[in-house]
T-cell receptor, first 109, second 111 residues
């Protein structure tokens, strides 16, 4: 059984702070990892992908991957109220994405 | 550019009625297509996926079926809806190495 685990939250951070979202996965052979953002009532949208150990930065977002620990994280710098959403971690197994249950992020102004 | 269309956006159906949700993709050929369901406050559950015309893989035994009559068309169906079929249904296609792109979703309420 391929599993992806996330803390459901909610994670509350003040505006301007760094939000840190974490995810673990069960299959050591996984190679592709994704973070999606989902606003209430909307479909998920891809915000980051990462395939190699280390950090990948895109604007205010940084994805971190540690394959030895089977751990993926997403950092959001200078958090804004518009970042308030559910963040879904996803791991590609073959040609199927397995999603975590998501972490609710609330950014308070 | 590639786009994915899904309709209807909202649907209210009585228990025991049939269901047909349609998804089409433009701008690509032979895409891998997926149907997911998201129950209220829950994660995404993979229901079906298809790698080509007539090729359907079912992930979870349930009251639903899927068909792929054309390369860029994926249909989710039920003969008789149950209350437990309520949820947010999402169609997606695999953008190669770059994960999935989702349609806008259908919110189904079975009453």
């Amino acid at each position: 059984q391929k599993e992806v685990e996330q803390n459901s939250g909610p994670l509350s951070v003040p505006e301007g702070a760094i939000a840190s979202l974490n995810c673990t996965y069960s299959d050591r052979g996984s190679q592709s990892f994704f973070w999606y953002r989902q606003y209430s009532g909307k479909s998920p949208e891809l915000i980051m992908s990462i395939y190699s150990n280390g950090d990948k930065e895109d604007g205010r977002f940084t994805a971190q991957l540690n394959k030895a620990s089977q751990y993926v994280s997403l950092l959001i710098r200078d958090s804004q109220p518009s970042d308030s959403a559910t963040y879904l971690c996803a791991v590609l197994y073959g040609n199927k994405l397995v999603f975590g249950a998501g972490t609710i992020l609330r950014v308070k102004s | 550019s590639q786009t994915i269309h899904q309709w209807p956006a909202t649907l209210v159906q009585p228990v025991g009625s049939p269901l047909s949700l349609e998804c089409t993709v433009e701008g690509t050929s032979n895409p891998n297509l997926y149907w997911y369901r998201q129950a209220a406050g829950r994660g995404l559950q993979l229901l079906f996926y298809s790698v080509g015309i007539g090729q359907i893989s079912s992930e979870v035994p349930q009251n639903l079926s899927a068909s792929r009559p054309q390369d860029r068309q994926f249909i989710l169906s039920s003969k008789k809806l149950l209350l437990s079929d309520s949820g947010f249904y999402l169609c997606a296609w695999m953008s190669g190495y770059y994960g999935y792109t989702f349609g806008s979703g259908t919110r189904l309420t079975v009453v």
